[in-house]
């Protein structure tokens, strides 16, 4: 009996009862145009990156990687402005966004902007208690930067 009630209970639920499964990370992860960007990534397909993670955040437009790969893949295009924007939007959904703060961090490298850049690095040290790769990535292109400078 108490099977019955709970097959007609989870039934009666439908589609509410599927969702509270899955956690929003696996169901962008598992998106097609996520999957189709992440395969225009590795072979370098910077455009079409762009247009299938653009099609993502209208779907996900609070998803803080959604944002951060739309800002990296626009920065593979040199559209700074775009980067720029999509990064921020990333930062304000997660502040602590290790990922989002190692590209624009770059990003400012890029437009030779040394003080902004720096100020992502400062913060990803505050952020992560022991280096993290992100913290160690930027701290890397912050001294080949310096390098390439003098």
């Known amino acids: 009996m108490r099977r019955i009630v709970l097959v007609v209970l989870l039934a009666a639920a439908g589609p509410w009862a599927q969702a509270v499964d899955t956690d929003p990370s696996e169901r962008v992860a598992a998106d097609p145009d996520v999957i189709a960007a992440r395969a225009a990534r590795e072979r370098g397909d910077w455009k079409e990156a762009v247009l299938r993670l653009q099609r993502a955040e209208r779907r996900y437009p609070g998803d803080a990687d959604v944002q951060n790969s739309l800002g990296h893949a626009l920065r593979q295009t040199r559209d700074f402005d775009g980067a720029f924007r999509h990064y921020g939007k990333a930062?304000?959904?997660?502040?602590?966004?290790?990922?989002?703060?190692?590209?624009?961090?770059?990003?400012?490298?890029?437009?030779?902007?040394?003080?902004?850049?720096?100020?992502?690095?400062?913060?990803?040290?505050?952020?992560?208690?022991?280096?993290?790769?992100?913290?160690?990535?930027?701290?890397?292109?912050?001294?080949d930067y310096r390098a390439k400078k003098r």
């Open 91 to 143: 930062l304000q959904i997660d502040p602590r966004h290790r990922g989002a703060h190692e590209y624009i961090g770059e990003a400012y490298l890029q437009v030779d902007d040394l003080a902004s850049a720096e100020r992502h690095l400062a913060a990803l040290r505050g952020i992560c208690m022991l280096p993290c790769e992100e913290m160690q990535d930027l701290d890397k292109a912050i001294a």
